[in-house]
Structures are given as structure tokens and as C-alpha cells.
């Protein structure tokens, strides 16, 4: 057994009496509940698999095409490609089997989502020890759709390139190319999108959604930056390259001077995808995040030249592009207010602790966005949430270390507030895709955290001491100074005294890895920077998400008035059938009519009207209790002045489980990489253990 009080073999600095106190038992989930949650599933699969259906010709142009060229009166003797009627065709393909399909499940997601949630989200968190534990079974599965998806659409449109009599090799791979960015550009933005319904019903954490973001966003600017080389490539052995490339001020732009503005637009748009993914390489995103979210906007003028370019885009992108657009009125509604505090304190080590009334719940681990007006009117950062609503009912904690030029603006403010005994100005924009549950099967739960990196642990802990008290619960804190772990001690004590109340097992461990107190001292200058304070009329309220009924709503009206609106512009090319000049304002127009459409639904469903939340006015912005010295904090707390050695660690949970199942301790490791590295090496080949990274890169 471990003793409580030894040297580095030691693990139970801090032991609570062992208990047992069952749970809750679970709901009984209705059958036909369960049913339309998996009906969910099989609609989203069919709305990813249906866009490879567009190139099969057995499916699509042989038959379907024929069949709903009827409606909408195309002459099956005219084969001109923009002969009447045909701009409709892929309209009603990508109707019937994406748009219809998404949009009732997400009502039906809304509507059952309260009552049944899968239970599977936590394993897709698995890294498996076979590959090293370097990717999970979620990333397995999401990279095995991408390269899928990828192969399956290029073979099946260059299949149809080649069956065009003669069309050049290097055009045929060159349009499969873009077929297969245009698969993913479907998908790109769903991942990072905000209270998106797809990821939740995945149950895949918004921070991992960002991560897959990425990934799809290198795979579409290479798919798109190769579909223009072998393009480059032909035009260059054809003599064409300035004609082709170049704008042609001086032709017709509805017959000699089309295809070089087409190209044009095709090219604008690729620069704009390329300068988005060159800002959103690792170093320029984290040193330059300010940079980095500006940049991003070209995704507007992106998409207006992709759709000028080829004009089915739209039609393709439809759906992605109603879902990110209600989904954006989700946060702008919830966002009207800034958020009412309860206390904002600027701890030592450039820390700051705010803590958010809210009148909504929450899970801990959730990713809530922050934005501070006197700092940046435009910013927005993501943090990680480090309560729970089971001890801190009403309220919402996060813990934010300067990290960069706006994390450093935001402490100041912060001290300035607390110097001038006012309350600082912040918006909270949350309800995004938590992290997955931790599963009661485990008999044993470890949270090992480096530095600040603890703070996506810190609610979870706290979570399961009074949820799942019956669960051993170890946490093995890593910090660079006693400094760092102390000016948490009141969130320590209120650790010991859940775990003591609930008779839960807790066991703490803290080691210190350096006693230089360098970066702690620093604190002390006042702030260089003096902050106005904005000028906000909106009465600061707790934060609140918005209704079920609202959304579903937001949502229906969106498709329903943007579809039309849709139909209205692109059914018998309006624009172009009064000059054929005016192809350019044609495509720029249905886009906009998908943007106009969403946004009247907006304005219809009045999303952001909402009566005042009641709140109380106190706020707190010191901390009341008496905080430990240095020396009282080390012996109170056992703090080890070394780095743990993960083996023996390891060895001696193993020696108080002997006999415990494959998989039944689970892992929850949030801070440095190196930290992850070094328990993935540990635990490796160990078959007690599931690893679980918290994964929070922006």
C-alpha cells in the first residue's frame, strides 16, 4: 500500500476517507427515443455520402436527371450545359438527398437531444496502444472518412471527366482534383462551427472539432492548389497562360472573355484559401492570434469568387453555409449583453480568475468564448472552463494565464478594475460541445496536470468527488514554482472539503519542478497600460443559452426562407437571362440570397429579444479568505520538490489495483506536450490504462 506521508514513492499526500455512496440510477430511455437518435446518425451519413452520388452517371446524370429535367421543362434535345432548366437539376439532387436530410435531423436532433445522448463518445477519446497511442479512435475514423471520401469522389469523377469525348488527361485530373476540395469544402466549416448540432451529436469537443478544421483545411487549399498547377500545367503547353490566366479587360465577358475571368475568380479565391492556411500555421497562429482571426474573414470573399468561379458551388455548399450562418445568430443572440461577474481577480504568476454568472447549465471542461472590449472590441478567446455546476451552482469559473499580448492586456485590466473598485466589462459566448464524459467504468480515475494546463481538470475533479465519490480519484499536479499551485489553494481547499463531505478518495500530489519564484515577482509592477471603460449601454446579465424553441425556430425559418429565396434567383438565371454579361452578378447574387434569407429569419424569429435575467449587483472582486503563506502552504499540501517519476507512480496504482480489468483506470492528462509524451510512454503497453489528452489548440 501507499503511505500518506514519503518521499517521491509516496503518492498520497492528501488521503480522504474511503466511502461509497451509489448513483443516481440512470433514465430509462424510451425506445422510440433511442430509435430517432440513431435515425440522426443515418441521415448525416447519408448527407456525407451523397455528394460522391452526384458523379456517378448510373445514379445521376442516366437517370435522376432525366427524370427531374421534366419539372423543370429542360428540352432533352438541347445538350447545351446551360441550356433552360438544367441549373435546377443539381439543385433538386442535393435538396432531396443533403439539404432535406440534415435539416430533419437537425430537428429532430433538437427536439431529442435532452433525453438521449450516445454512449460511445468517451471511447472515440481511446488512443490505442498498438499505434503508439498517437492518434485516438475518433481521428482514425474522422482521417478513414477524409481519405475515403477523397479517393472515392476522384475516382468517380474522373471516370466522368474521361467519358467526355475529347477532353485533355491533364483537364480531366485537374476538374477530379477540384470535385475532390470541393467534397471537403462541404465539411470545413462544420467542425469549428459553434453550437453545431452535427459535432454534438458526435459528441466530438469543440476543441478537437477545431482540430479537425485544420485537417480538412490542408486537405482542401492542396486539392484546390493542385487542381490549379495541372490547370497551369495545360494552359502552358497549349501557348494559353496569359489568355486563360489573365483578366481580359478589352472582350466580351459573356463569350471571348469568360473563361479568363473564370479563371480569375478561381484564382482569387485559392489566394485567399492559401493566406488563410499560411496564417493558420501553428507558430502564426498562437504568436499572431489577432492576425490569425482577422485573416480568417477572407473566408467571405472566398467563397463569392469559388461560387464565380464554378457555379455549382453554391449549390454544393448550401447547407454548410445555413448551418454556419444560424449558428452565428445562436452566439450574436446570446451575446447582446455582456455577461454579469461575480469576481474578477488578478491573481499572482499574471493569472486571472473571473468567475461568470450564469442561468444556464454547463459541464465542466466546456470551451467558453471571451471577449473584452476595453482590451479588443474585435477579439474573442477560447478558455477552458474549470468548475462545475454541482459546487458552484450559478456560476462559471475560468482560469486565464498570460500567454500572449491580449491575455497580458487582459490582467491589467483586471488589477485596474480592482484598483478602481469597478466592475470590468466581458462577453460570454458558451454552449459549445463539451468534452466527453468520464466513464463510470472506471474504477480508477488519475488527472495529471502541468502549470495553468490544470485548469480543464480542476471542474472535472471536482465534478466527479460529487457525482461519482465511489471512484478513486488521483491528481498529480506538475508546477514550475510553489507560487503557481498557491494562488489556487482556495480551489484546494474546497477540493478536500467535497471530498471529506462526500466521503469520496482523493488522493493530491504536487510537484514543484523549479523553486525559482522569477516569473511570480515579476507581478508586482503596476500596469503600464491604462484602460477607458467602454461605453456600454446593455445592462450586464448572467449569462443564458438560447431555448430549444428558439433555435429549432432560427432554424427552420432559415432553411425554409433561404431556400427559397435560392430558388427565386437561380430558377431561369434571372439575371443573365436579361443580359448574358451579367453571369458574375447571377452567381454573386444566390449567394447572397442564402445570406439574406438566413438573416430575415433572424429578424422574424426576434432570437435576440429576451426579457431582462434577473441577477444580484454584488460583486466580489477580492478574495475573502485568508490565503497560506508560502512555508504553510508546502507543509499544508506536501508539495514535493522533484519531478514524479511517472514508473513507480504507475507501479504502485498498479500494486493497489492488482487484479483490476483491461481499461478500468482512466487517464485524463491536460498540460505540455511533453507531459502527454511522457505518460503515453508510460502507460504504454500497460493494458489497465485509457489515455485521454485534453487537446485545447486553437
Avoid at 452578378?585 to 429579444?609: D, I, N, P
Wanted: charged share 15%; hydrophobic share 45%; with cysteine.
Amino acid at each position: 500500500m501507499l503511505s500518506p506521508r514519503k518521499s517521491v514513492n509516496s503518492f498520497h499526500a492528501i488521503t480522504t476517507p474511503n466511502g461509497f455512496q451509489p448513483e443516481e440510477p440512470k433514465p430509462v430511455v424510451s425506445v422510440p427515443v433511442r430509435a430517432f437518435h440513431w435515425l440522426v446518425g443515418a441521415l448525416l451519413a447519408l448527407a456525407v455520402i451523397s455528394p460522391i452520388g452526384y458523379h456517378v452517371q448510373s445514379i445521376y446524370r442516366n437517370n435522376l436527371a432525366i427524370m427531374w429535367g421534366q419539372w423543370f421543362n429542360v428540352n432533352p434535345k438541347n445538350t447545351a450545359r446551360n441550356a433552360p432548366g438544367k441549373e435546377m437539376i443539381p439543385v433538386a439532387y442535393f435538396f432531396f438527398f443533403v439539404a432535406l436530410p440534415v435539416f430533419t435531423a437537425a430537428v429532430i436532433y433538437s427536439v431529442t437531444k435532452s433525453r438521449f445522448q450516445g454512449s460511445v463518445s468517451y471511447w472515440l477519446h481511446v488512443k490505442p496502444q498498438y499505434l503508439g497511442r498517437l492518434v485516438s479512435y475518433g481521428e482514425l475514423i474522422f482521417l478513414a472518412i477524409i481519405v475515403a471520401g477523397n479517393v472515392i469522389v476522384f475516382y468517380q469523377a474522373i471516370l466522368l471527366q474521361l467519358s467526355f469525348k475529347g477532353r485533355p488527361q491533364l483537364t480531366a485530373i485537374a476538374n477530379s482534383l477540384a470535385f475532390s476540395g470541393l467534397y471537403n469544402l462541404v465539411f470545413l466549416a462544420l467542425p469549428a462551427t459553434r453550437h453545431c448540432f452535427w459535432m454534438e451529436w458526435l459528441n466530438i469537443p469543440w476543441a478537437r472539432g477545431v482540430k479537425y478544421h485544420r485537417w480538412l483545411g490542408v486537405v482542401t487549399i492542396v486539392m484546390f492548389f493542385c487542381h490549379f498547377v495541372f490547370y497551369f500545367v495545360q494552359f502552358a503547353q497549349t501557348n494559353q497562360l496569359a489568355h486563360e490566366l489573365l483578366p481580359c479587360f478589352s472582350c466580351n465577358i459573356a463569350t471571348d472573355g469568360k473563361d479568363a475571368w473564370v479563371n480569375v475568380f478561381g484564382q482569387l479565391a485559392l489566394l485567399c484559401m492559401v493566406i488563410m492556411g499560411l496564417t493558420s500555421i501553428p507558430y502564426l497562429r498562437r504568436h499572431y492570434y489577432a492576425t490569425f482571426k482577422l485573416v480568417h474573414f477572407l473566408f467571405i470573399p472566398a467563397i463569392f469568387f469559388a461560387v464565380m468561379h464554378f457555379e455549382q458551388i453554391i449549390v454544393w455548399v448550401f447547407v454548410s453555409m445555413v448551418l454556419y450562418l444560424v449558428n452565428r445568430m445562436y452566439s450574436d443572440s446570446s451575446i447582446a449583453h455582456p455577461v454579469a461577474i461575480h469576481t474578477a481577480v488578478a491573481l499572482p504568476g499574471r493569472v486571472t480568475q473571473l468567475t461568470f454568472k450564469t442561468s444556464t447549465t454547463y459541464l465542466p471542461g466546456d470551451i467558453v468564448y471571451v471577449k473584452v472590449p476595453a482590451v479588443s472590441t474585435i477579439q474573442w478567446h477560447p478558455f477552458s472552463v474549470a468548475s462545475t455546476p454541482l459546487h458552484t451552482p450559478g456560476l462559471l469559473t475560468v482560469y486565464i494565464k498570460e500567454l500572449g499580448h491580449w491575455t497580458g492586456q487582459l490582467h491589467d485590466y483586471v488589477k485596474q478594475c480592482n484598483a478602481a473598485d469597478i466592475v470590468p466589462i466581458v462577453y460570454l459566448d458558451a454552449g459549445y460541445t463539451p468534452p466527453a464524459p468520464i466513464s463510470p467504468k472506471y474504477s480508477t480515475v488519475l488527472f495529471i496536470g502541468g502549470g495553468i494546463g490544470v485548469t480543464p481538470l480542476m471542474g472535472q475533479i471536482m465534478h466527479l468527488l460529487h457525482a461519482r465519490p465511489n471512484q478513486d480519484v488521483y491528481f498529480i499536479w506538475h508546477v514550475k514554482a510553489v507560487e503557481m499551485a498557491s494562488q489556487f489553494q482556495s480551489w484546494l481547499r474546497e477540493l478536500e472539503h467535497v471530498a471529506q463531505v462526500n466521503h469520496g478518495r482523493l488522493h493530491l500530489n504536487i510537484y514543484v519542478t523549479q523553486q525559482d519564484i522569477a516569473e511570480i515577482s515579476a507581478d508586482t509592477e503596476e500596469p503600464s497600460h491604462t484602460f477607458t471603460t467602454p461605453n456600454i449601454t446593455a445592462e450586464p446579465r448572467p449569462y443564458a443559452h438560447l431555448s430549444t424553441t428558439r433555435k429549432l425556430i432560427v432554424l427552420i425559418l432559415a432553411f425554409a426562407f433561404s431556400g427559397v429565396l435560392f430558388v427565386i434567383v437561380r430558377y431561369d438565371q434571372k439575371f443573365t437571362k436579361i443580359d448574358a454579361k451579367y453571369w458574375p452578378l447571377q452567381r454573386f447574387m444566390e449567394v447572397v440570397s442564402v445570406v439574406v434569407g438566413c438573416y430575415l429569419a433572424y429578424a422574424a424569429a426576434r432570437v435576440g429579444k429576451s426579457s431582462p435575467a434577473s441577477h444580484s449587483s454584488d460583486v466580489e472582486l477580492r478574495q475573502p479568505s485568508r490565503q497560506l503563506s508560502r512555508e504553510e502552504f508546502i507543509v499544508q499540501y506536501g508539495l514535493k520538490f522533484e519531478r514524479a517519476e511517472w514508473s513507480k507512480l504507475f507501479q504502485n496504482i498498479e500494486a493497489e489495483r492488482s487484479g483490476a480489468a483491461a481499461g478500468s483506470i482512466g487517464v485524463y492528462v491536460s498540460g505540455p506536450k511533453a507531459l502527454g509524451a511522457a505518460i503515453d510512454a508510460e502507460t504504454s503497453g500497460r493494458p489497465y490504462y485509457e489515455v485521454h489528452h485534453e487537446e485545447f489548440e486553437m
